[in-house]
C-alpha cells in the first residue's frame, strides 16, 4: 500500500512540471493514480501429466579386464609312517580231527623200463597183495603223461576178483576211468561178474573178464588211469554183491600210448 502511495505522489510531481511548461492552446487532463488490486490466491494443483516415452538404450558399457590367476599353493607333505602293531596272543590250541579213512595201497615201483619199451611208451603200474575189500569206489591208480593229443591210451588191468552173492545181491562192476571219467571213445572200458549160487567165494584173475580196452580222445599231460569197483548196469534187476580185488596176489596195470588207427 505504501508502495502505491510513493509511485502516486512521484506522478503528481511529474505533471505539476509538465504544466508549467504546456502549450497554452492544448487542454491537459489530469492524471489519475489508479491502485492495483492485491495478488490473487493460487490457482489449484494442474492434472498430472501424460507418462513420457522411453529413453533410448545406453551404449554398452566397456568389457572388463580378466583377473589374474592365483598361485599354485604349496604341497602338503606326507604324514610319518605309523608304528607297527604288536603281536597278537596265541590262540587255543585245536580240537583233533576226526580220523581219516584208511588209504589204498601205495603203488610198487617198477623197473626201470628198457629203451624199446620207451619207444613204444609203455607204462606198468603193480601192486602185491593189496587185498582191497570195498564194494564201491576207487581200488587202484597209476598216473602217466600222455605226450600227445593224437594218441589212445591202450590199458589192461591183471588181478584177481571176486563176487559172493547174499540174498538177492549177487552182482559187481570193475571199470576203468581216465582222471575219474570212463571211456567215451569209443565206449567204456568195464567187466561185471554175476553170482547165481548163494555163498560161492571164488576168486577169479581178472583175465577170465577181459578187462582190457583202448580210448582215445585224451588230451596231453597227466592221466591218472584208475581202476574202480560199483554196481553193475542194471542195480535195480542185479543189486550190488559182496566185492573183492586183489587178494593175495599181484595185480597190474599196463598202459600204452599208441597212434590212432
Known sequence: MMQTILVCFNLLLLCACLGANAVPDIPTQPLQCVERPAPGRDGRDGLPGAA?????????????????????????????????GRDGEK??????????EKGNAGVRAAPA???ACAARKI???????AGDEKDSGLVHQCSITKLRDDTGLHVRWIGSI??????????SRWHIAFNGNECGNPARIDAQLYSSLEGLN???PSI???????CYGLSTGIVNVQLYVGDCRNP????????????DSVSRMIIEEIPLA
Open 202 to 204: 571164488i576168486h577169479r
Open 236 to 247: 535195480a534187476q542185479h543189486p550190488h554183491g559182496d566185492s573183492y580185488t586183489s587178494w
Open 52 to 84: 513420457g516415452t522411453d529413453g533410448r538404450d545406453g551404449l554398452p558399457g566397456a568389457a572388463g579386464t580378466g583377473g589374474r590367476d592365483g598361485l599354485p599353493g604349496a604341497a602338503g607333505t606326507d604324514g610319518r609312517d605309523g608304528l607297527p
Open 123 to 129: 607204462h606198468q603200474c603193480t601192486w602185491d597183495n
Open 162 to 171: 571176486r563176487n559172493i552173492r547174499t540174498g538177492a545181491k549177487l552182482c
Open 208 to 214: 577170465r573178464t577181459y578187462l582190457e580196452g583202448i
Open 91 to 100: 590262540g587255543l590250541p585245536g580240537n583233533m580231527g576226526a580220523t581219516g
Open 113 to 115: 623200463e628198457c629203451p
